[in-house]
């Protein structure tokens, strides 16, 4: 029986999306065999791949001048890559740093090129994002990177940065949650597991005109422009996570598009925020304005309680509440594919927990 899963990631997908594929799992069409036995080459997974890359540039109106690619690696790769393809020039980019995120993305730059961190909110333990009014932006850098929404601290930045320099995101945890800019951007990076599909799939969006400036000296794999120029098929792409990715852009079209799910998504945190704040049991440490619309963190009074709590839930079918283990407590990932509902009987169960030991 499916339960509810508030897993940060690999996250909960779409029961119709997981049905469908289940239909076409044995033969996909009339093909003859299954869509992870076909040739990344042939016209059929062409067909596939076409449409999945069209309706993600429709959901995020995604404009000429960017290309959308389908890699492998993950986010990690991108702390590396990003560094890799663009720093050669100036040898230096802008990071700004967050949470455990953009931590690790500074980490893995830093071994690459000089990286100046142009705003910080470890200071407070991650409980806020620093204002982009307040970017001490260097004068000479190659790029400005940061992560809008920090997945393990639950900490957002929701405003997009009007800055003159190319702007790089991590948005793993946060893309296709609501409407973007997206011609903001010169590389926006998300892993595929969070709010899309299977792990194994990395999306990437990234203006054309920057991409030509990768660094030429790389080997192909590792050069965006490359991977632009063959349509993400340099090598064997993650097949079978993009064509499930296909059906997952195909499901929040059909839902509503991202302004359906914006709302959905408000809903959600609204009900679980306001919940959180009017309990003197539970409690939410980040600061109002920069609280996830995706991952909410959140403490109970009394930590002994912790593992109560998460036996409880499980008993209950929530499942996956508890906290990355750097921050400890609980945590409620609710990306598109929770529904409503799910929240709701998350909230339920919380009162019900309260009353009894609060
Ligand atoms: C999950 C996550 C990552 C790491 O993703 P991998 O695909 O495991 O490399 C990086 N950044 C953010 C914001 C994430 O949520």
Not at 63 to 68: E, I, L, N, R
Not at 240 to 262: N, P, Q, R
Request: net charge negative; with cysteine; glycine share 6%.
């Amino acid at each position: 029986m499916r339960k509810w899963n508030f897993c940060a990631g690999p996250a909960v997908i779409s029961e119709h999306v997981l049905a469908e594929v289940k239909e076409e799992l044995l033969e996909w069409g009339d093909s003859g065999m299954s869509i992870m036995e076909m040739s990344h080459r042939s016209s059929i997974y062409d067909e596939v791949a076409t449409t999945a890359k069209q309706d993600f540039i429709d959901l995020l109106k995604i404009p000429d001048s960017h290309d959308v690619l389908f890699l492998q690696g993950g986010a990690t790769q991108q702390f590396a890559t990003v560094p890799m393809n663009f720093g050669h020039i100036k040898k230096k980019a802008d990071y700004v740093l967050s949470g455990t995120w953009s931590k690790k993305a500074i980490s893995e730059a830093s071994k690459i090129l000089e990286v100046n961190t142009i705003a910080s909110s470890e200071d407070k333990n991650f409980s806020y994002a620093p204002d982009p009014k307040n970017w001490n932006l260097s004068e000479e850098s190659a790029y400005v990177h940061y992560c809008p929404n920090e997945t393990i601290q639950g900490v957002a930045i929701h405003n997009i940065p009007d800055l003159e320099k190319p702007l790089v995101a991590d948005m793993s945890s946060v893309i296709l949650s609501e409407p973007m800019d997206v011609s903001k951007f010169s590389l926006i990076y998300a892993g595929a597991q969070k709010n899309i599909g299977p792990a194994g799939l990395t999306m990437v969006i990234a203006e054309k005109s920057f991409m030509e400036a990768d660094n030429p000296d790389l080997p192909n794999i590792l050069r965006y422009s490359k991977h632009a120029e063959s349509d993400s098929m340099l090598n064997t792409p993650p097949t079978f996570g993009w064509y499930m990715a296909g059906k997952v852009f195909k499901w929040i079209k059909k839902s509503g598009g991202l302004e359906f799910f914006k709302e959905q998504n408000h809903t959600k945190a609204q009900t679980l925020y306001t919940y959180i704040d009017n309990s003197s049991f539970y409690s939410n440490p980040v600061n109002i304005e920069n609280r996830s619309i995706m991952n909410i963190p959140f403490i109970l009074a009394d930590k002994n309680l912790d593992s109560v709590f998460l036996k409880e839930c499980e008993e209950e079918g929530l499942l996956n509440l508890k906290g990355h283990r750097s921050v400890g407590g609980m945590r409620a990932s609710i990306y598109n594919a929770m529904p409503v509902e799910g929240v709701n009987q998350l909230v339920d169960f919380m009162k019900v927990f309260e009353a009894k030991h609060g």
